[in-house]
């Protein structure tokens, strides 16, 4: 059995598809707020909480929770960290998409 | 959503925040109409009033966007371009206005309307170099231009006609700007949502 190729292992914490969504929205952005990645994730409020405590867990993202007009806000950024292993997620995967595609 | 839709939520965000426009074209409408001196308007503290009431409005519509839509601040890169094309605009507006039909000795003096072309230019310029162009923009702003450079502006200035012009773009935009917004992110999934499923 051939041994696996270890830079084609995916990160399990980012290729949860709710986790990869919201890394991926961050990822093209300074920062943002939890009804933004709500809205653009579609994922419940509950849902979204989670994979963010698992993120932040990580050291993948960096949240700051704060007050704006008295109603409490979540801002949610990537870390560098995350930033970087999200970068390398998506090159991972397009790697496989490439050696999944018939050889002409 | 695949990865392209996910990245570009963010200029959606920014760009597809239609509403705004509706006090901007209001206030090209009220321009208008004090440059003719049209009623009440020909007073300059109804347009100074008028002004502060509009900006107020916008405030508003940006907070129903914030809470609606939530917040985002774009990264650096997007930033710089915003930057960039907000000078180009500056650029547009005084050197295409001048350049086409002015009292200026180097103005070609066509007979076009020049606030209409420079409008639509800059707006142009603004969505491309945001990266948040899209079909009815270039279709409107289009039809904008090429409305303005027809060689039917004879007599006096044009831009009072140039500033209605404008506006019906950049509210017909708007709108339509709005209602892609809310079909690109969608109604907000709650728990009771999920809870049939």
Known sequence: MPEPDGDLILDRLIHEPGRLAILTVLSSVSDADFVFLQRTTGLTKGNLSSHLSKLEDGGLVEIVKSFVRKKPNTNVALTPVGRERIARHWEQLERLRKLAEPSS | ?197
């Open chain 2, 1 to 197: 959503m695949d990865r392209k839709t996910l990245e570009s939520a963010a200029t959606a965000n920014a760009y597809l925040r239609g509403l705004l426009s509706v006090p901007i074209a209001l206030l090209l409408f009220v321009a208008a109409l004090g440059n003719a001196s049209v009623g009440p308007f020909r007073h300059s503290w109804v347009f100074l009033v008028v002004v502060a009431v509009l900006a107020g409005a916008y405030l508003l519509i940006n907070r129903y966007y914030n809470d609606t839509f939530g917040r985002v601040t774009p990264s650096a890169r997007q930033q710089s371009r915003l930057i960039v094309a907000t000078l180009a605009s500056v650029v547009i507006m005084i050197g295409v206005s001048t350049l086409l039909r002015s009292r200026a000795p180097w103005s070609l003096d066509l007979p076009v309307n020049s606030i209409a072309v420079a409008f639509a230019l800059v707006l142009l310029v603004t969505f491309i170099a945001g990266g948040g162009v899209r079909l009815h923009h270039v279709a409107i702003l289009g039809a904008l231009a090429i409305a303005g450079l027809l060689p039917v502006w004879h007599g006096s200035d044009p831009g009072n006609i140039g500033l209605v012009m404008a506006g019906v773009a950049i509210l017909v935009i708007g709108i339509l700007d709005h209602i892609l917004l809310v079909r690109t992110l969608g109604p907000l999934v709650t728990e009771d949502s999920n809870a049939g499923a």
